[in-house]
T-cell receptor, first 114, second 110 residues
Framework: GAGVSQSPRYKVAKRGQDVALRCDPI?????LFWYQQALGQGPEFLTY????????KSGLPSDRFFAERPEGSVSTLKIQRTQQEDSAVYLC????????????FGDGTRLSIL | SQQGEEDPQALSIQEGENATMNCSYK?????LQWYRQNSGRGLVHLIL?????REKHSGRLRVTLDTSKKSSSLLITASRAADTASYFC??????????FGQGTRLTINP
């Protein structure tokens, strides 16, 4: 596709369940980013990949959050033992190369933890 | 942590008027970017201004940057209903970590 694709668009889970969120970046984009956006706030950085290498995971809130990009294209953000404070929109973005290039965002996954 | 703070948090104007949003940031930057987010959608990159630039134009958008005051402004001229969205400034911490402000929610009334 032409843009960044995220699935599912909406996810409802019970507290304690594990969830997996998928991101398909723009083909050929080297850099991939995950952000968490709380209601009424700006996106907050979670983690960054350059190809398959996770170069920065400083924004992951806890060890319940795990991201991977094994073949340097599709990425998955996994949240284990979800808690209510994990409810947010999770945005994925990609850019063609590193070094300050504008990022292209998907429409996000809205996660609700009951 | 958020790098920038937008002002105002919300702005409502009539179609055809100009809209001005301001952003203040905390640390030194190489460039500053503005993004738009329509409700329920992802962010769309609007414009990037480098630290050695003072003003930049793109269509109906005008961005200014004052590095001495660590502030930037986004002006949208001749606003349209389709400009209704949230607007965020963002800058890099390090090479890759993009840090956003809290955003300005702009409403254009027909």
């Amino acid at each position: 596709g032409a843009g960044v694709s995220q699935s599912p668009r909406y996810k409802v889970a019970k507290r304690g369940q594990d969830v997996a969120l998928r991101c398909d970046p723009i083909s050929g984009h080297v850099s991939l980013f995950w952000y968490q956006q709380a209601l009424g706030q700006g996106p907050e950085f979670l983690t960054y990949f350059q190809n398959e290498a996770q170069l920065d995971k400083s924004g992951l809130p806890s060890d319940r959050f795990f991201a991977e990009r094994p073949e340097g294209s599709v990425s998955t953000l996994k949240i284990q033992r979800t808690q209510q404070e994990d409810s947010a929109v999770y945005l994925c973005a990609s850019s063609f190369r590193q070094g300050g290039q504008p990022q292209h965002f998907g429409d996000g996954t809205r996660l609700s933890i009951l | 942590s958020q790098q920038g703070e937008e002002d105002p948090q919300a702005l409502s104007i009539q179609e055809g008027e100009n809209a001005t949003m301001n952003c203040s940031y905390k640390t030194s930057i190489n460039n500053l970017q503005w993004y738009r987010q329509n409700s329920g959608r992802g962010l769309v990159h609007l414009i990037l201004i480098r630290s050695n630039e003072r003003e930049k134009h793109s269509g109906r958008l005008r961005v200014t940057l004052d590095t001495s005051k660590k502030s930037s402004s986004l002006l949208i001229t001749a606003s349209r209903a389709a400009d209704t969205a949230s607007y965020f400034c963002a800058s890099f911490q390090g090479a890759q970590k993009l840090v956003f402000g809290q955003g300005t929610r702009l409403t254009i009334n027909p």
